[in-house]
């Protein structure tokens, strides 16, 4: 099924096929499936057994635009020209979350014991923030614990935080004028993007110094320096590790904003698009889950996987590979692919990155670890990374990752008192704050058009000598 995820490559709220494909191995296997979950159609819900506490597992399956890759090969060939690739590996992500809910199913079937498994199709972690909008539709609202993964070239625990963010578009409007004969007569909106900009460059000084403010013009306004701009559009990303800081943030940015459509005469708008909250990984629940990958020991790698992350990694430059084991704190690991466990100690508390995870683990007790799937030091949404999705490195992370994450829910079955700790410690941490969604109760998830399909299909091996043919 993983290879199959790989094949439709789907891009954020656009995986019909990735949905279709698991709805059906799940229904033939017994699962209850509640479609639409959250409104979403890409997101859905599988349930199994009866009774007894509830334990969820989180599954992805978007890919990313720009990155169609042949499957296996250590240059740059690209699949489909223009296409979509699975550089997250979130094909093997949700492969893996699917295959633990059917080992738990199979388990608590076989034991009789009382309890239900959760797959929870999660669309749109790729710049969507699909668990967000499923967050605040209440998808998560009667879960006991959520574990997921990530595949990566290391097999780590993953109890690091990461940073709240929040997207604002920002569109002003003006008035268009000649812009030699009648100047006087214009308000320009690019003038207020402009001031903004000044106003955002001297804010970056009196932010805390691990906050971020990032910021893309979607709208100059037109091409024509001789016609003035009577709209412009700008989008603000904010992060820091504290959602509280970013929406203070935020404030402050929309009262800069006001600011620079009053010097410049213009009307301003403003809108969240986006937000995912920091990671609060459970403590309690990563601890199990780190006991568990300790009891399973490495991954199975052979001589042939050596072999073929040997050809990979030599694709990848030292630099590339040491920043993306740098963010784990994995730099000192050697070799062509990771055969230990990580020891926990030397990840960092927070990894400079954001995802909507973070607002499952503010909702539910909630536990990650990263798999070893691809040779080691391959950096995330590379052509490197597609190009691995469909090996053996990846089928043996995403097998060996699936075993930690249901004996770990197996575990909380067994000792239902791991359970109620890990509840216990979540209570406390929500007396610090409740969560409360930072996207708006009227913003909808994002349209985001799939990128062009040149070849009509992207399903099964299709020969690049077609590429543009019809088939
Ligand atoms: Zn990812």
Redesign the pocket.
């Known amino acids: 099924m993983s290879d199959r995820l790989w094949d439709f490559a789907e891009t954020a709220y656009n995986e019909h096929e990735s949905v279709e494909l698991q709805i059906r191995e799940l229904e033939k296997n017994g699962f209850r499936v509640t479609r639409n979950a959250a409104g979403i159609p890409t997101a859905f819900i599988a349930e199994a057994g009866s009774e007894g506490p509830i334990i969820g597992f989180l599954g992805e399956y978007d890919a990313l635009p720009q990155l169609s890759q042949e499957d296996g090969k250590t240059a740059r060939a690209q699949k489909v020209m223009g296409g979509n690739g699975h550089g997250?590996g979130?094909n093997i992500l949700g492969g893996a979350a699917l295959l633990s809910a059917f080992a738990v199913k199979d388990w608590l079937l076989s034991t009789g014991r009382s309890g239900r498994v959760r797959y929870y199709g999660c669309p749109a972690?790729?710049g969507g923030a699909g668990k967000v909008f499923m967050a605040r539709g209440g998808t998560f609202n009667d879960l006991d614990a959520a574990l997921t993964w990530?595949p990566a070239s290391i097999l780590a625990i993953d109890a690091m935080s990461t940073l709240a963010t929040i997207h604002a578009r920002f569109t002003f409007s003006g008035v268009a004028a000649h812009a030699a004969a009648a100047p006087h007569l214009g308000r320009s909106a690019l003038d207020a993007v402009t001031l903004m900009s000044v106003a955002a460059n001297y804010l970056r000084e009196h932010i805390p110094s691990d906050a971020r403010l990032h910021y893309a013009i979607h709208d100059t306004g037109g091409i024509a320096p001789n016609v003035v701009q009577a709209k412009a559009e700008v989008v603000y990303q904010l992060r820091a590790p504290d959602l509280g800081v970013v929406l203070s943030i935020m404030e402050r940015l929309r009262k800069i904003a006001e600011g620079a459509a009053m010097m410049s005469g213009t009307s301003m708008a403003y809108r969240v698009e986006k937000a995912m909250s920091n990671m609060r990984p459970s403590t309690v629940l990563s601890e199990l889950m780190y006991g568990r990958m300790q009891a399973l020991g490495p991954t199975p790698f052979d001589d042939e996987d050596r072999a073929f992350a040997k050809r990979m990694k030599a694709a990848i430059s030292p630099e590339e590979a040491k920043a993306s084991l740098e963010i784990f704190g994995a730099q000192r690991l050697s070799g062509v692919l990771h055969e230990g466990v990580l020891p926990a100690e030397v990840m960092p508390s927070i990894l400079s990155a954001s995802t909507d995870v973070g607002d499952v683990s503010w909702v539910v007790p909630t536990a990650r670890c990263l798999g070893a799937c691809f040779a080691l030091g391959t950096p995330?949404h590379s052509w490197q990374l597609v190009a691995q999705g469909k090996a053996s490195i990846a089928h043996k992370g995403m097998v060996h990752t699936a075993k930690i994450m249901a004996a770990t829910a197996a575990a909380l079955f067994v000792d239902p008192k791991t359970l109620d700790r890990a509840k216990e410690e979540f209570r406390q941490q929500s007396a610090v704050g409740a969560y409360k969604c930072p996207i708006p109760d009227d913003v909808a998830p994002p349209v985001i058009k799939p990128a062009p399909r040149p070849q009509g299909t992207l399903r099964g091996a299709f020969p690049t000598q077609y590429a543009g043919a019809n088939p």
């Open positions: 997250c979130h972690e790729e990530h995330f």
